[in-house]
Nanobody, 114 residues
Framework: QVQLVESGGGLVQSGGSLRLSCAAS????????MTWWRQVPGMEREWVGD????????DYSDSAKGRFTISRDNAKNMVYLQMNNLKPEDTAVYYC???????WGQGTQVTVSS
């Protein structure tokens, strides 16, 4: 079955960096675009960005553009979210999702202190 497992979250100071990872299994990973989302309690999930199946076309939300980078390693069935210059408003649970599907990971908490 499809599984997505995020890791790499934690507590970081404002201006710091984190790299989130998402390990995928149970499907042909290199055939699917992948996406990152985030959610603050009480609010709707927010799209952060996505990456094409071959990794050639990442796209980002306005809030992520210029600070976040999505990459993937199809040989390892992994997708990554490198987050730089983190701000307190980036605090959220971050999820990876197989694009256009209902397959989500369990999420990883990112907390940015001011």
């Amino acid at each position: 079955q499809v599984q997505l497992v995020e890791s790499g979250g934690g507590l970081v100071q404002s201006g710091g960096s984190l790299r989130l990872s998402c390990a995928a299994s149970g499907f042909t990973f290199n055939s699917y675009p992948m996406t990152w989302w985030r959610q603050v309690p009480g609010m709707e999930r927010e799209w952060v960005g996505d990456i094409s199946s071959d990794g050639s076309m990442p796209d980002y939300s306005d809030s992520a553009k210029g600070r976040f980078t999505i990459s993937r390693d199809n040989a390892k069935n992994m997708v990554y979210l490198q987050m730089n210059n983190l701000k307190p408003e980036d605090t959220a649970v971050y999820y990876c999702r197989r694009s256009n599907s209902n397959y989500w990971g369990q999420g990883t908490q990112v907390t940015v202190s001011s």
